[in-house]
């Protein structure tokens, strides 16, 4: 008997899904992974797994090639003219390096929220419905209304902000704009949120309802966090990957590296004898 339509999709979904060693689904897969500026190689053979619904933290000293991870997962590279990427990154499957990939809907599934809070010059609503808008995820301005406060609420913002969605977004205080912009990544549905240092900027209080957040947002979206916080990549990860000279030392259970890292440079940096 041949398999109905849908068979045969949950097959090959499930097919496709690949799973770690121990059984987690991986969403992002980075295989050899190296980047360049120009001749300076900046990232050497970075293969790391990124598990669904997991808060991964990428931790290391300043200059070994965090960032640089990060945005090859979103192809924000592709931004810096000298960049370039080998090796293979993928997203449920897929070579997202693929000359295919229409890259601005790979940023709408990938999604990323920067260190310091970066709203658009424009309202609080606006900063949030520029993404359904341009991705047409709306079909009134009743839909858009919804995804606005929808967004605003995942993001723990909307109860401070409901009554002045007119007012900029540039007049909160910074850590209501980071929270701002974490709801305009959630607005476009993304599958994948990537921070790069999101609470540095930040004061403590703001910096607890971040990571309040993040650890909420796990529910329904995998997330990959560079912090130069031990504390923080404690509190909010999983899993957390060790990164030092563009080499990736060590990945493994979050608790585990914190109590029992394998590697002598791991146990350096988390102890603070360098970085
Ligand atoms: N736009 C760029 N042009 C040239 N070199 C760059 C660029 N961005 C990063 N690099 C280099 O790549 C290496 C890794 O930088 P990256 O910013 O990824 O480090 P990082 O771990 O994020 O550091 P930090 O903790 O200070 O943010 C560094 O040697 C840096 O000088
Ligand atoms: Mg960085």
Do not use: W
């Not at 991964?56 to 960032?67: E, Q, V």
């Not at 990323?112 to 606006?126: A, D, G, L, R, T």
């Not at 606005?148 to 609420?153: F, G």
């Not at 929270?179 to 599958?191: D, F, G, M, T």
Request: proline fraction near 5%; hydrophobic fraction near 40%; charged fraction near 25%.
């Amino acid at each position: 008997m041949s398999p109905t339509a849908a068979e045969a999709a949950n097959a090959t979904e499930a097919g496709a899904r690949a799973l770690t060693a121990d059984g987690d689904p991986i969403k992002m897969r980075g295989d050899k992974v190296c980047v360049f500026y120009g001749d300076k190689q900046a990232l050497f053979d970075i293969d790391l797994d990124i598990r669904e619904r997991q808060v991964t933290a990428l931790i290391g000293p300043s200059g070994c090639g965090k960032s640089t991870f990060l945005r090859c997962l979103n192809r924000m590279n592709d931004t810096i003219d000298i960049c370039r990427v080998a090796g293979d990154i993928t997203l449920d499957g897929m070579d997202i390096y693929d000359p295919s990939i229409d890259v601005v809907e790979l940023r709408a599934r990938v999604g990323m929220v920067f260190q310091k809070p970066n709203p658009f010059p424009k309202s609080i609503y606006e900063n949030v419905a520029y993404g359904p808008r341009i991705h047409g995820l709306s079909r009134s301005k009743a839909e858009l209304d919804d995804i606005v406060a929808s967004s605003l609420q995942k993001a723990g913002l909307y109860e401070e902000v409901k009554d002045r969605l007119d007012a900029p977004g540039t007049g909160l205080s910074g850590g209501q704009q980071q929270r701002l912009c974490i709801a305009r990544a959630i607005a476009v549905s993304p599958e994948v949120i990537l921070m790069d240092e999101p609470c540095s900027a930040l004061d403590p209080i703001a910096t607890a309802k971040v990571e309040e957040l993040i650890d909420e947002l796990r529910e329904n979206y995998t997330i990959v966090i560079v912090t130069h916080s031990m504390q923080q990549a404690a509190r909010v990860s999983q899993r957390t990957a060790f990164f030092h000279l563009g080499i990736l030392v060590e990945e493994g259970p979050t608790q585990d590296m914190f109590t029992n890292p394998r590697d002598r440079r791991t146990q350096d940096y988390i102890t603070g004898r360098f970085g």
